[in-house]
């Protein structure tokens, strides 16, 4: 069952400007990975975060995980033109156990 | 990094047909594939589980004789929508787990999914 929640569910920025996109779930989790998605094309891994990780950071992109909330966030600095896709967590409870994806957060970034 | 293909990346058929799509780990061996529908603006639903060598693991509210899945071999699980119906137009995405990788690294790598247009 799908239990992850990100909002917002669509965000519009310009070139250059920070784009941050959070995720909400509703069980323990082993692992949260965050994935991007251009329109009509499969899923590209982003980054992944265990959940004894608090924060990391891949290029230009910084997730941060709380596990007391049960919340993550995906910050992609400097944002590009290119960078417009829907942005997906994903959560898994360990083990071989499934991923659970969350409803998505489509970013539109302007030139 | 590794490479899933499927195959036909789109496919229009009339309704009552049955249409198959191909899932391929292309650079390494995969014991488990999982099957996903998404549909436009939503989410990916997982449908399926794939084990090589054995019954496939369907997830609640989808039919099994209706999605035939089939985990041949260690590169290449096959999901086959029979009796198509316009209601099963959607994009379809497998990904595959490495067999080598650890448990506690659970990385899937996805296809580039499959359009489905039932007519």
């Known amino acids: 069952s799908q239990q992850g929640e990100e909002d917002p569910q669509a965000l519009s920025i310009q070139e250059g400007e920070n784009a941050t996109m959070n995720c909400s779930y509703k069980t323990s989790i082993n692992n949260l990975q965050w994935y991007r998605q251009n329109s009509g094309r499969g899923l590209v891994h982003l980054i992944l975060i265990r959940s004894n990780e608090r924060e990391k950071h891949s290029g230009r992109l910084r997730v941060t995980l709380d596990t007391s909330k049960k919340s993550s966030s995906l910050l992609i600095t400097a944002s590009r033109a290119a960078d417009t896709a829907s942005y997906f967590c994903a959560t898994d409870a360990g083990g071989y156990s499934t991923l659970t994806f969350g409803k998505g957060t489509m970013l539109l970034v302007s030139p | 990094g590794a490479v899933v293909s499927q195959h036909p990346s789109w496919v229009i058929c009339k309704s009552g047909t049955s249409v198959k799509i191909e899932c391929r780990s292309l650079?390494?061996?995969?014991?488990?594939m999982f099957w996903y529908r998404q549909f436009p603006k939503q989410s990916l639903m997982l449908m399926a589980t794939s084990n090589e060598g054995s019954k496939a693991t369907y997830e609640q509210g989808v039919e099994k004789d209706k999605f035939l899945i089939n985990h041949a071999s260690l590169t290449l699980s096959t999901l086959t929508v029979t009796s198509a119906h316009p209601e099963d137009s959607s994009f379809y995405i497998c990904?595959?787990?490495?067999?080598?990788?650890?448990?506690?690294?659970?990385?899937?790598?996805f296809g580039p999914g499959t359009r489905l247009t039932v007519l």
């Open positions: 650079d390494f061996q995969a014991t488990t």
């Open positions: 990904s595959a787990r490495d067999l080598l990788a650890g448990t506690s690294y659970n990385e899937q790598f």
